[in-house]
């Protein structure tokens, strides 16, 4: 539950400056006129987001066992490379996203009525999309049966949706100017968060395919700590609802996950020390509004 409410904090935080960079820009350069058009776009954008949603979760489910698990694991493979590619986009972009949004708000708006919709569709829709994806991929992942137990579906769900309705609390409150945040120190410590949540997905992922056939070593086991963590403690369910931790991992789940947050986190701590050093220190971001 944690970690979906840190995810949908996180992407729904994006979406949200996304909007709030889209309506500040029109008002202060007084095209209020034009605000439907954005809140359209947002509306298609956020319903084309559910349906994908609800076509991962019940789509599948007519399948045979190894289908649904190919399906399954190879959807959790691609969330986790559109995260990891979010990551570091949005390290590197984000303080040029908002010029960025403004020239395609001068362009559509010179264009036909629905180019504005146009745009706020695909603003908007790349992030819920990636958000359905990856939310899904971590909520199938969170709640697999380990060991005798399994957690229900629903709290995975609360917490995402608990956490998107947090970002736009904050969304609203950055674009109304009442509060200033780091936005560059928040989304270099989920991103941290972000990978560690991403290995336990993709090692995961491997796992379907493992029971589909696809991949072998589904008996090939790394260690099983099964009698010695158990399920019921706060801990148990702590690394499990986290980082998807599973107590009985194969060598093949164990490898994957090695190999994506070794290189992965070096690569990030990287790319934000060489910020760090070629930019002056961070101030609090300024309100989109006042932008």
């Not at 309705?165 to 100017?177: D, E, K, N």
Request: proline fraction near 4%; hydrophobic fraction near 55%.
């Amino acid at each position: 539950m944690l970690a979906n409410y840190l995810i949908g904090l996180r992407e729904g935080l994006e979406a949200a400056l996304v909007v709030s960079i889209l309506v500040a820009y029109l008002v202060k350069s007084e095209r209020r006129h034009l605000l439907t058009r954005i809140w359209v776009g947002v509306a298609l954008a956020v319903g084309v987001s559910l349906a994908f949603g609800a076509l991962l979760t019940y789509g599948p489910s007519g399948l045979t066992f190894e289908a649904q698990e190919a399906i399954g694991g190879t959807l959790s493979i691609i969330a986790v490379c559109f995260v990891t590619w979010m990551i570091f986009w949005m390290a590197r972009a984000a303080r040029a996203m908002s010029g960025e949004l403004r020239g395609q708000i001068d362009k559509a708006a010179e264009g036909s009525r629905w180019s504005l919709v146009l745009v706020a569709v695909l603003a908007v829709g790349r992030e819920g999309l990636e958000t359905a994806l990856f939310l899904w991929a971590a909520t199938k992942a969170g709640t697999r049966e380990a060991a005798g137990s399994a957690t229900p579906t629903w709290e995975p769900l609360l917490g995402a949706a608990l956490g998107l309705a947090t970002a736009v609390v904050i969304g609203y409150l950055l674009y109304r100017g009442a509060i200033s945040i780091n936005l560059s120190r928040f989304f270099t410590w989920t991103g941290y968060f972000l990978i560690l949540v991403a290995a336990g997905v993709l090692s995961y992922g491997v796992h379907d395919l493992q029971e589909a056939g696809i991949l072998p070593g589904l008996d090939t086991i790394a260690f099983d700590v099964s009698d010695t963590i158990d399920p019921s403690t706060w801990y148990a369910v702590l690394l499990k609802g986290v980082f998807n931790f599973s107590p009985v991992t194969t060598v093949l789940e164990a490898v994957v996950w090695v190999l994506y947050v070794v290189p992965t986190l070096l690569l990030f701590i990287a790319g934000v020390r060489r910020r760090a050093v070629s930019t002056p220190p961070a101030t609090p971001a300024p309100s989109p509004a006042a932008r």
